[in-house]
């Protein structure tokens, strides 16, 4: 019977002691287990600096390459009506500019936050409004002055209503310009 009750009496100090040891907590207060079940929101400070460093870094390199666009559009604008003054009209590469204009353009415009608006606008002003090939030089180069001067106005966390809209008069101008030369 005594080496029951010895048994008995080890069991219950190895209970006792097991107990003891699962209550136990760190020096910090918290448990010596740490829970399993973490937020993934909780990365350490530094790697949420760093991730909030590289979204910044990501979008000032965006903006910085819309003005470089909006700087391209205006300078080709500006040889496209020089070509004009010394020609009387616009060749197969002062069109292929004109191209290379649009697709700037259109960019600026998507990255500005605008959408496409051909629906009928473009048609409806070529066909309602005969304009001279030489106005219509002119007025697209100070419609892309327009533009560029609205990007430089915005910053990138606004959107710019009226950099929009010019972004769309030059396409609409640009568009007359290739089909009326």
Same mark, same amino acid.
């Given at each position: &019977?005594?080496?029951?009750?010895?048994?008995?009496?080890?069991?219950?100090?190895?209970? *006792? #002691?097991?107990?003891?040891?699962?209550?136990?907590?760190?020096?910090?207060?918290?448990?010596?287990?740490?829970?399993? $079940?973490?937020?993934?929101?909780?990365?350490?400070?530094?790697?949420?600096?760093?991730?909030?460093? *590289?979204?910044?870094?990501?979008?000032?390199?965006?903006?910085?390459? &819309?003005?470089?666009?909006?700087?391209? #559009?205006?300078?080709?604008?500006?040889?496209?009506?020089?070509?004009?003054?010394?020609?009387?009209?616009?060749? $197969?590469?002062?069109?292929?500019?004109?191209?290379?204009?649009?697709?700037?353009?259109?960019?600026?415009?998507?990255?500005?936050?605008?959408?496409?608006?051909?629906?009928?606008?473009?048609?409806?002003? #070529?066909?309602?409004?005969?304009?001279?090939?030489?106005? #219509?030089?002119?007025?697209?180069?100070?419609?892309?002055?327009? *533009?560029?001067?609205?990007?430089?106005?915005?910053?990138?966390?606004?959107?710019?209503?009226?950099?929009?809209?010019?972004?769309?008069?030059?396409?609409?101008?640009?568009?007359? *310009?290739?089909?009326?030369?």
């Amino acid at each position: &019977m005594n080496k029951g009750v010895a048994t008995l009496v080890f069991f219950a100090a190895y209970i *006792l #002691a097991g107990s003891v040891l699962v209550s136990a907590q760190a020096a910090d207060g918290g448990p010596l287990i740490p829970k399993v $079940t973490q937020d993934r929101d909780d990365h350490p400070k530094s790697f949420k600096e760093i991730l909030t460093k *590289l979204r910044i870094e990501k979008e000032k390199k965006e903006f910085d390459e &819309m003005l470089d666009r909006g700087e391209e #559009a205006l300078k080709i604008s500006e040889e496209l009506e020089k070509a004009f003054e010394q020609n009387g009209r616009l060749n $197969t590469q002062e069109i292929n500019k004109l191209v290379a204009v649009e697709k700037l353009v259109k960019k600026i415009r998507k990255d500005l936050g605008g959408d496409d608006d051909e629906e009928g606008d473009s048609k409806g002003v #070529a066909a309602t409004t005969p304009i001279a090939q030489g106005d #219509a030089v002119k007025t697209f180069r100070s419609t892309t002055v327009k *533009l560029f001067e609205e990007l430089k106005k915005t910053t990138r966390f606004t959107v710019s209503a009226a950099a929009i809209q010019a972004s769309n008069a030059v396409l609409k101008l640009a568009r007359i *310009l290739r089909i009326a030369r």
